[in-house]
């Protein structure tokens, strides 16, 4: 599956497969249940795919004439000659089948394979723990490789040669998301095989890494992350159209100009590497780089922000037509309470308070502004604009800390944050019953002096309450392991959303997801029986009224309890140049290139306008050096003449 391109909310499409599968619900017993059934014992997903599909040129699959693998038994002394794949002579394809599918999800059970997926899927894909748990014990051949198809997985299995089935432990409809990400994307036994072969590592990057194997628009020819990367158009590749219908504006921004059109229309993609960021950005000014990000050094030559906090393009970037394109993206950053601290966790009414007054304290605009070029919006809960859940307008603002005044929300100001701040027993930041300051501790990661400001903001924030906030600087390691143990006050953590669905962040509360206790993705430890009772409902729900009114309790909870400050969704700054078309900021889907055009005659004009030979510094260099040796010239003209009339 793919997100489609244009669509907003994001939406799943076919990609490999003849449509999105919808799963079918089984009780204990294996009897189909109605779609609707509150409980369910296993969903089960058929998907069919396409046939006629290729792989690209790979020597995985050449063979010889007489049908035997020229590249599967190769020796170290074979392999040593050999450091990219364009050193083996010959190469090869097949079809792309169901077992290939099937190949791959037995590979997150592979223990050499460490799949930051198994974790979770072996609480859904039947079967997938006891697989690992064979896999751990199975020796490998001769050749250290591992044949998965000679082991069964109850919870993936091949139908036939274009279906393959899934099936999995209780509902769960956002696994459908799953089969977007490259965890689902398809293996050939082949390309495990070639790889496993020792030598191919030695000193050398010859790995399924390295060099991918897929049945894509484009194919990776060479791979120097240092240097530069090339994507080339796969010749296998089937083709795919142009979706015809996006969101409202899509066909007035020119995005359905290429509708139905066979993809890719770039034949090569080339990513170089500039260390430096000046060089990298006098280089897209001038052409030689089709698309930028905007690092802080060149923002204000490339972006103004109006009254409005609107973000347009200066006056320069306007002359060169350079287009601005922006995005919210689905994440969030915040400031985290751990709830198992006696000081600002748990459910309390003391902590509570505090927890409340930092909140509205912590003027996450102002650190928009300061730290992110104003790229950024105000988080008024954990779940990012553009996903389902989120509420836009005076129904969507967190009123514990901002009020809705002209149309827009207003963070409350501090004087309401010292009353709950006095209530939780600390009135001007002192103890009322020992009189001591109240001091609270900020782990966070120390990168350098240049974070200093950023500390000082922090502080400063903190001291509108009259609280001291002491900072614990420590390496990432550090760091994380406080986190694991729980043995943390205060810290700044960010979430980037895996897909689509607000589950994928209402799940960082959930009290059984806790760091400390059972290593989960809750960094803050959080827990309220009543929200984990309806995550358990929300998380199996289809989109629709009764789950969009048990969300807005759920983040209800959340602004009350306050477990985070929520900090803020990034916004991301792309410019491009007028002749790379079809841009659209699409922040889940990875396979976007396959819809860029670029207009290779005006880059190329534009190119020579933009870096016309500049001839005067050399003709005043001529002149200053004429005006400097004239005197000399002179005078020794006038030596000799006078010697001359002596003589």
Known sequence: LQYHYLKRPYTLVPLTATAVPEPVYLDAEGRPLPGDAPEAAFSVYEINIRPGILYQPHPAFAQDEQGRYRYHALSREEIASKWTLADFAHTGTRELTAEDYV???????????????????????????????????????????????????????????????????????????????????????????????????????????WYPVGTGPYMLTENNPNARMVLERNPNFRGEPYPHEGEPGDEEAGLLRDAGRRMPFIDKVVFTREKESIPYWNKFLQGYYDASGISSDSFDQAVQIGPDGEATLTQEMLERDIRLSTAVAPSTFYLAFNWLDPVVGGPSERARKLRQAISIAVDWEEFISIFANGRGIPGQGPIPPGLFGFREGAEGINPVVYDWQDGKPVRKPIGVARSPVAGAGYPDGRDARTGQPLVLYLDTTDR????????????????KLNIQLEIRAT?????????????????????????????????????????????????????????????????????????????????????????????????????????????????????????????????????????????????????????????????????????????
Do not use: C
């Open 448 to 463: 350098g002096p240049g974070d200093k400001a950023r500390l000082d903001w922090y502080r400063k924030q903190f001291a």
């Open 103 to 209: 190949y791959q999800i037995k590979r997150l059970a592979h223990p050499r394979v460490h799949s930051p997926l198994y974790g979770l899927m072996s609480q859904y894909i039947v079967g997938l723990q006891e697989l690992a748990a064979t896999l751990r014990e199975a020796r490998p051949d001769e050749r250290g490789w591992l044949d998965l198809r000679r082991y069964p997985l109850e919870g993936a299995q091949v139908v036939d040669r274009y279906t393959y089935r899934i099936k999995l432990k209780g509902r769960y409809p956002q696994f459908a998301y799953w089969l977007a990400m490259h965890f689902f994307a398809p293996m050939p036994w082949e390309a495990d095989r070639f790889y496993s072969q020792p030598g191919m590592t030695d000193g050398k990057n010859l790995t399924l890494d």
């Open 475 to 647: 390496d990432w390691n550090r760091f994380q392991e406080k986190i694991r143990s729980g043995n943390t006050q205060l810290f700044f953590l960010g979430w980037n959303a895996d897909y689509p669905d607000p589950e994928n962040f209402l799940f960082l509360f959930y009290g059984p997801q806790s760091r400390a206790k059972t290593q989960g993705e809750n960094a803050a430890n959080y827990s309220n029986p009543e929200y984990d009772a309806l995550f358990q409902r929300v998380k199996a729900m289809p989109n629709g009224p009764e789950r969009q009114a048990l969300i807005d309790r759920m983040v209800e909870i959340l602004r009350h309890d306050a477990p985070w400050s929520f900090g803020f969704h990034p916004k991301d700054y792309s410019l491009y140049h007028a002749w790379l078309g079809n841009v659209k900021p699409n922040k889940m889907a990875r396979n976007t290139l396959k819809y860029r055009t670029v207009d290779a005659a005006l880059r190329e004009q534009k190119r020579k306008e933009w870096n016309r030979p500049v001839r005067w510094p050399l003709a005043a260099l001529a002149l200053a050096l004429a005006a400097a040796i004239a005197p000399a010239v002179i005078g020794y003209r006038r030596r000799e003449r006078a010697m001359a009339r002596g003589a």
